[in-house]
């Protein structure tokens, strides 16, 4: 099985711009989520998609959102991009459902920097 | 609610010597708890998970972690350390009342030659 990819692997923006970022799920998998990751906040939690729904969501500004396809494809939008959002972003897919709890499958991450 | 203590950011070994990397959690349901590694640039790796079988759980590279309900802990341990372990670590718990994991703040592995 092919594991999780996203794209672009790198971005270079600058503040104010805004930037869409794209990854897909292993097949099978209908669980989204999305991760900011930098040095001084470490790993946190943006939200997560399951079956096109956003199911959970974490303690982010609006610039900050997302989507998910029928295909379980997703999508991240950062509108108005401020220095402070350079980070790597990383999705994560999960076949967890109903009363089911995997782990979570992780992508290689997009390097974001906003000049 | 449900969170999670990794002790020390940093934690620096010499090649050959034993690795223990320590995580605490605390859950008001019983937990599935996991370890993920992490190598430069790249995004995190499942290391091993423990979902209330075998409460000493074998991961990959060596790696095992040791799941103690009395002291809410589930540290990882490697018998001889390699190079090529130097890396960040991330204990996460879950479900809590959502499929998403609580992770935390990692710890970086060090290995000396």
């Known amino acids: 099985k092919a594991g999780v990819t996203q794209t672009p692997r790198y971005l270079i923006k600058t503040r104010g711009q805004q930037v869409t970022l794209s990854c897909s799920p292993i097949s099978g998998h209908r669980s989204v989520s999305w991760y900011q990751q930098t040095p001084g906040q470490g790993l946190q939690f943006l939200f997560e998609y399951f079956s096109e729904t956003q199911r959970n969501k974490g303690n982010f500004p609006g610039r900050f959102s997302g989507r998910q396809f029928s295909n379980s494809r997703s999508e991240m939008n950062v509108s108005t991009l401020e220095l402070g959002d350079s980070a790597l972003y990383l999705c994560?897919?999960?076949?967890?459902?109903?009363?089911?709890?995997?782990?979570?499958?992780f992508g290689p991450g997009t390097r974001l920097t906003v000049l | 609610a449900q969170s999670v203590t990794q002790l020390g950011s940093h934690v620096s070994v010499s090649e050959g010597a034993l690795v223990l990397l320590r995580c605490n959690y605390s859950s008001s349901v019983p937990p599935y708890l996991f370890w993920y590694v992490q190598y430069p640039n790249q995004g995190l790796q499942l290391l091993l998970k423990?979902?209330?079988?075998?409460?000493l759980v074998k991961g990959i590279n060596g790696f095992e972690a040791e799941f103690k309900k009395s002291e809410t802990s589930f540290h990882l341990t490697k018998p001889s350390a390699h190079m090529s372990d130097a890396a960040e670590y991330f204990c996460?718990?879950?479900?809590?009342?959502?499929?998403?994991?609580?992770f935390g703040r990692g710890t970086s592995l060090i290995v000396h030659p």
């Open positions: 996460a718990v879950g479900p809590g009342g959502s499929y998403i994991p609580t």
């Open positions: 423990y979902t209330s079988a075998a409460t």
């Open positions: 994560a897919s999960s076949s967890s459902g109903g009363s089911s709890y995997n782990e979570q499958f």
